[in-house]
């Protein structure tokens, strides 16, 4: 087909195929806006072009949480980690929310996981002395309530 014939209206023989939006970063600003629901159609928009994108899934599984919608987000961390079960933020996420549902015994698995092989990095030290501090108190129960996690700031 000539240049003419596609300037008119025509198609090329070649068609040109939609081009994808990227779901994944349009999900990232909706959260930095605090979008939170419209961040999760996003992420689930990606998962459907990508259904095994770990950071798709935990980015997911964080709005969820910060959306109250505890079940969907505990749901979001298992499908990471049963792609990869050496996902440590995975592991991390999860035991928060298993604490929340009042199930100390999944939550000291998934802190012992991310203890195992935390994540590298001047800022995971924080993480990881808050993961012990839970591990410590969910063992010890006497010692006082389980804190609920850092604060991100």
Do not use: C
């Not at 929310?97 to 012992?112: M, P, T, V, Y």
């Amino acid at each position: 087909m000539s240049w003419l014939s596609r300037l008119l209206g025509g198609t090329s023989e070649t068609k040109a195929r939609p081009q994808r939006l990227d779901y994944l970063n349009e999900a990232l600003l909706l959260e930095r806006q605090g979008d939170y629901d419209a961040a999760i159609t996003s992420y689930r928009l990606a998962l459907r072009d990508h259904p095994d994108d770990l950071r798709v899934l935990q980015n997911m599984a964080i709005a969820y949480s910060r959306t109250g919608r505890l079940e969907e987000a505990i749901r979001a961390y298992r499908r990471a980690l049963e792609i990869d079960p050496s996902q440590s933020g995975a592991h991390y996420g999860l035991a928060f929310l298993l604490i929340k549902r009042g199930d100390a015994s999944g939550a000291e698995q998934h802190l012992e996981a991310f203890l195992a092989s935390p994540p590298d990095g001047t800022e995971s030290e924080r993480w990881i002395r808050h993961a012990e501090a839970t591990l410590d108190q969910l063992r010890n129960p006497t010692a006082g309530e389980t804190p609920a996690g850092p604060s991100e700031g």
